[in-house]
């Protein structure tokens, strides 16, 4: 196979693309376990833990989480208290005022407007404070199993450029882009498996190209000397 680049892959078609998508998808499932790193018990937890992941590691929420969750056991709880009292609780996380006030906003329209029950809904969802389209794929695929798109976060957007997967930088046309790339049924799993390959191979600074399962199929878009 002739070696990928840039311009070798600006000029696949639709289905060329897909085709490549695919494959890299199936070489890494082979290396990862799709799960979410953010624990939690029910799509409420899921929904906290994931706003509070913005610009901080998956490790540092879950340190917090448990205490969080065995204080405040459901949406009520978080929504009547103060944002004083929440901002201590999660004083550890970056940008703890931010993301207190979120919580607080998003589970009071939970219970004003949804029953007290998490939406299973993208429209629903993008009501909430602090929800965008990666909070709310996230909850719809891992908290209920419904594939409404691909999760974009800041790894996904390195390692879909990085593999000529889109030429994008918005986070929406890039879903889109990727929601083309891969079969609707793998979007979930999609999502968790190239973000699992962003931490572990494919990083920001020195990606391991070498021992990289899919290094036929990337371009290596932007990674310096990619020979």
Known sequence: MAK???DSVAAETAEQRANRGSTILR????????????????????LIATILSA?????QVNKVTPELFRRYPGAAAFAATSQEELEGAIASIGLFRNKA????GACAMIVEQFGGEVPRSMKQLLKLPGVARK?????????????????VDTHVQRLSRRMGLTEEELPEKIER??????????????????????????RAQKPQCSACVCADLCPRIGVEDAT
């Open 101 to 104: 006030k979120s919580i607080r």
């Open 135 to 151: 909070t709310a794929n996230v909850v719809l695929g891992t908290g209920f199993g419904l594939a409404t798109g691909v999760v």
């Open 55 to 59: 610009q901080t590691t998956d490790e």
């Open 27 to 46: 070489r890494l499932r082979t290396r990862y376990d799709p799960v979410c790193a953010l624990v939690h018990h029910n799509p409420l937890q899921l």
């Open 177 to 202: 882009n990727l929601m083309q790339c891969f079969p609707k049924p793998r979007w979930i799993e999609a999502g968790h498996n190239l973000i699992w390959h962003g931490r572990k191979c494919c």
């Open 4 to 6: 990928l680049t840039a």
